[in-house]
């Protein structure tokens, strides 16, 4: 790790300080002892070891959600809050792909579903407020560590460094056990992955697995440190992409090279552009402006760009996220908007890809999906809004 002097971590204030944003709220501070990463809240030892050593905020990154819609616009016949229904036919019309969500028109997901419906052996790490693990869309979709599944408990079986680790991890317990307790998470990995299974939502990849990975905490927010554990758990387990619906405007390095760690993995990081309304090539909203992150915007019903969504020149493509019907708590589904319901459209994009060619590049399946996009919204971002179709057909 890099030596800095203490002097950096002041500088990153000042300039969001000069671009008109205020400082994100953090807990603690990170830096670097003996090789290791670690956390310092202890007023006395921070104030002594950042005066000889680099040092910087550890921010608390929240969920880019911008609004709930109640009450949620539930098919009809509507699956019961608790129980689990039983499945019918997936072309009857009660999955939402169909007959409820303008999403999956827009982005022409009937003509990519004939290429491929996703591959089991493409796992997308949620990185996120964790998921309902019982949940009847979601549950035959989580990816399962081998090594802990029939293992003995409080254990750690296979050597990784985490116990209990069977469907995931909770970085921000500390435990086995990523259930959600916002329902943000749950919500992003049924946009993802939701079963094809005649009720409830249907993901854009209804096929691939879902690795949840929990930093986020019950208040929507969580620590930089705990979302690096998380990326690198994710590197680790062998995931091909995260998906990332959270962020803020501060800076750090140590984030900053967790998901270059990820991209050398040969991961494909997506992430929400954020709900703040600006150009995040003036105002940048991480982990979405990193360097090679897919940063994704908001579109509505009508192709024109959520009146929330950041925006610019930075940020790579746009995909729907006003009022978007998923999965939630308590077997549930809501329906909410913002760029983080964007996101993991973008996320399931790229799984569907991978599931037809997993040897394609992170920056050539990058150039395809710019490639293939719509051609609306190109002033607001790189690319336009997405075509999943059109992206399977020209791999």
Not at 148 to 158: F, H, I, R
Not at 213 to 228: K, M, Q, V, W, Y
């Amino acid at each position: 790790m890099k030596q800095y002097s203490a002097l950096v971590l002041i500088s990153f204030t000042s300039i969001l300080t000069a671009c008109g944003q205020a400082t994100p709220p953090s807990d603690g501070v990170i830096t670097t002892v003996g090789n290791q990463r670690v956390v310092i809240r202890d007023e006395a030892q921070k104030k002594e070891i950042c005066a000889k050593q680099y040092c910087e905020p550890n921010y608390l990154l929240t969920e880019a959600f911008a609004r709930r819609h109640d009450p949620a616009p539930v098919p009809t016949p509507t699956p019961s809050t608790g129980s689990s229904p039983a499945p019918t036919d997936p072309n009857s019309g009660w999955d939402t792909a169909d007959t409820h969500d303008y999403s999956r028109t827009k982005m022409n997901l009937k003509e990519a579903w004939t290429v491929t419906e996703g591959s089991p052996e493409v796992v997308v790490a949620i990185i996120d407020s964790g998921v309902d693990l019982n949940h009847p869309d979601l549950k035959d979709n989580l990816w399962t560590n081998p090594g802990e599944v029939n293992g003995k408990a409080n254990t750690d079986n296979d050597g990784n460094g985490f116990k209990n680790d069977v469907h995931g991890y909770d970085f921000y317990y500390g435990k086995g056990d990523p259930t959600d307790e916002t329902g943000h998470g749950t919500h992003v990995a049924g946009i993802i992955a939701a079963l094809k299974n005649g009720f409830g939502s249907i993901g854009v990849a209804p096929n691939v697995k879902v690795m949840p990975l929990r930093f986020i905490g019950p208040s929507g927010s969580g620590s930089t440190s705990d979302a690096i554990d998380a990326i690198d758990y994710a590197i680790k387990m062998g995931a091909k992409v995260i998906s990332a619906s959270w962020g803020n405007s501060g800076y750090s390095s140590y984030l900053a090279d967790a998901v270059k760690r990820a991209q050398d993995a040969g991961i494909v990081f997506v992430a929400a552009a954020g709900n703040q309304g600006r150009n995040t090539a003036n105002s940048p909203y991480y982990p979405g402006s990193y360097d090679g992150v897919i940063s994704v915007a908001s579109s509505n019903q009508k192709d024109q760009l959520s009146s929330y969504s950041n925006y610019g020149s930075n940020v790579t493509i746009a995909a729907p996220g006003d009022q978007i019907f998923s999965t939630y708590l308590n077997d549930g589904y809501e329906t909410l908007s913002g760029t983080s319901m964007a996101a993991p459209q973008i996320s399931g994009a790229v799984a569907l890809a991978l599931s037809k060619n997993q040897s394609i590049p992170p920056e050539a399946l990058k150039s395809a999906l710019c490639g293939s996009a719509d051609s609306v919204l190109q002033g607001s971002t790189q690319c336009g809004r997405v075509n999943v179709g059109r992206l399977l057909n020209s791999l």
